[in-house]
T-cell receptor
Framework: GAVVSQHPSRVICKSGTSVKIECRSL??????MFWYRQFPKQSLMLMAT?????????EQGVEKDKFLINHASLTLSTLTVTSAHPEDSSFYIC??????????FGSGTQLSVL | RKEVEQDPGPFNVPEGATVAFNCTYS??????FFWYRQDCRKEPKLLMS???SGNEDGRFTAQLNRASQYISLLIRDSKLSDSATYLC??????????FGTGTSLTVIP
């Protein structure tokens, strides 16, 4: 079946640094990429939706200048958390899909900001 | 109002029990519906898609009620391995996926 590769799986960084998370589809072309964030014991919260070659659409309350999304190709999307702070510590997970089809998820990135 | 509402539980049931989860969604134009299973700190895994006609996969039955805008998941003969968080997902028009808060299930020996 389809596989989405996400890395790194875990990041520990100092406050103020930027962290890049990469998601790559291995055997299909994804026109749409979703980025989610999940705090402990909470559900997946949609952060943004990106379509290949166009700017991402951010959900209300998500700062686009802080969470930079690049969806440069049909197989690769990156999320950069700029100037990370402890409150950004969370589980970030990408997913890829085709319109009206099920999602395929990456394995997630646990970000811890000290 | 949230796109998807789901009772977070927790549900603690004995082995062999039948348990049901429900989700309601707010956008009547929503097009696709799914149930996912998520184990602690892992990515969600698709459990099943949900259709108006209802669909069954072994011990799992999913149902969609468009008139009332809710979806349900029924698990029969619960196993210890069913312990997880179950998330409903709704694909809204415009190709945006929204998840419920997840319902925590613990099956007790």
């Amino acid at each position: 079946g389809a596989v989405v590769s996400q890395h790194p799986s875990r990041v520990i960084c100092k406050s103020g640094t930027s962290v890049k998370i990469e998601c790559r589809s291995l055997d299909f072309q994804a026109t749409t990429m979703f980025w989610y964030r999940q705090f402990p014991k909470q559900s997946l919260m949609l952060m943004a939706t990106s379509n290949e070659g166009s700017k991402a659409t951010y959900e209300q309350g998500v700062e686009k200048d802080k969470f930079l999304i690049n969806h440069a190709s049909l197989t690769l999307s990156t999320l950069t958390v700029t100037s990370a702070h402890p409150e950004d510590s969370s589980f970030y997970i990408c997913s890829m899909g085709q319109p009206n089809e099920k999602l395929f998820f990456g394995s997630g990135t646990q970000l811890s900001v000290l | 109002r949230k796109e998807v509402e789901q009772d977070p539980g927790p549900f603690n049931v004995p082995e062999g029990a039948t348990v049901a989860f429900n989700c309601t969604y707010s956008n009547s134009a929503s097009q696709s519906f799914f149930w996912y299973r998520q184990d602690c700190r892992k990515e969600p895994k698709l459990l099943m898609s949900v259709y108006s006609s209802g669909n069954e996969d072994g011990r799992f039955t999913a149902q969609l009620n468009r008139a009332s805008q809710y979806i349900s998941l029924l698990i029969r003969d619960s196993k210890l391995s069913d312990s997880a968080t179950y998330l409903c997902a709704v694909n809204k028009a415009g190709n945006q996926f929204y998840f419920g808060t997840g319902t925590s299930l613990t099956v007790i020996p």
